[in-house]
């Protein structure tokens, strides 16, 4: 277990729909980045907040959105689901530079 | 933007034998993370380079980043079918850890 918790593990949409997933970073942890994990695209970062504020953005959709609540959990939501949103999601959680990132198990998204 | 790319995508060796992975960047490397992914799982962290020359080992593992600070190579020695999975490089190309960008990764295979 590394301490980020993301739920759900799986999920299973119709396109069109709109889902949340959910972060809890690790204990201590202020900085949460949501990435994007496909077959054609690898590893691609989406977002990241820090304490509650949006610090950094990638190549996050405009139908995707974050946010980051005062208990430091985070949520991203993905709506207007389309087949190509299909991956796997993870969320990885950083006490600051230079102690690198603790990654979730990660939630696997299946539009069909 | 930054890029790393990684040699090779894949990797099937014997149990036993040595392998080294490269990751080379396309900016200055202010931080370089290694990572490990079964397949379909959340990265477990390996190692993170700084300094241009740092070297540093975990069990059968080691990684070192080279002096102009934009290549680093990761060497298992003696594999083992536990080394199997997806080693991803993630760089911190800024500085400030807002993001870390990722390598395609190399999926290796250890072979009994």
């Known amino acids: 277990d590394s301490g980020v918790t993301q739920t759900p593990k799986h999920l299973i949409t119709a396109t069109g729909q709109r ?24 590893l691609q970062f989406l977002i990241q907040y820090y304490n509650g504020e949006e610090r950094a953005k990638g190549n996050i959709l405009e139908r995707f959105s974050a946010q980051q609540f005062p208990d430091l959990h985070s949520e991203l939501n993905l709506s207007s689901l389309e087949l190509g949103d299909s991956a796997l999601y993870f969320c990885a959680s950083s006490v600051g530079v230079n102690y690198g990132y603790t ?10 | 933007s ?15 034998k040595n392998l080294t992975i490269n990751c080379t ?12 992914q079964k397949y379909g ?26 002096e102009k600070k934009q290549q680093s190579s990761l060497h298992i ?4 079918p536990s080394h199997a999975g997806i ?11 807002s993001k870390l960008t990722f390598g395609t990764g190399t999926r290796l295979q250890v072979t009994l």
């Open chain 2, 77 to 80: 020695t003696a594999s083992q």
């Open chain 1, 19 to 42: 889902v949340t997933l959910r972060c809890s970073p690790r204990s201590g942890d202020l900085s949460v980045y949501w990435y994007q994990q496909s077959l054609d695209q690898g």
């Open chain 2, 41 to 66: 799982e959340g990265l477990i962290f390996l190692m993170m380079l700084q300094k241009g020359g740092e070297e540093k080992s975990h069990e059968k593992i080691t990684a070192k980043l080279d």
């Open chain 2, 87 to 97: 080693y991803l490089c993630g760089a911190d190309g800024t500085g400030t850890a």
């Open chain 2, 2 to 16: 930054q890029e790393l790319e990684q040699s090779p995508q894949s990797l099937i060796v014997q149990e036993g």
């Open chain 1, 103 to 112: 990654f979730g198990s990660g939630t696997r998204l299946t539009v069909v």
């Open chain 2, 25 to 36: 960047s396309s900016k200055t490397l202010y931080g370089l993370y290694w990572y490990k």
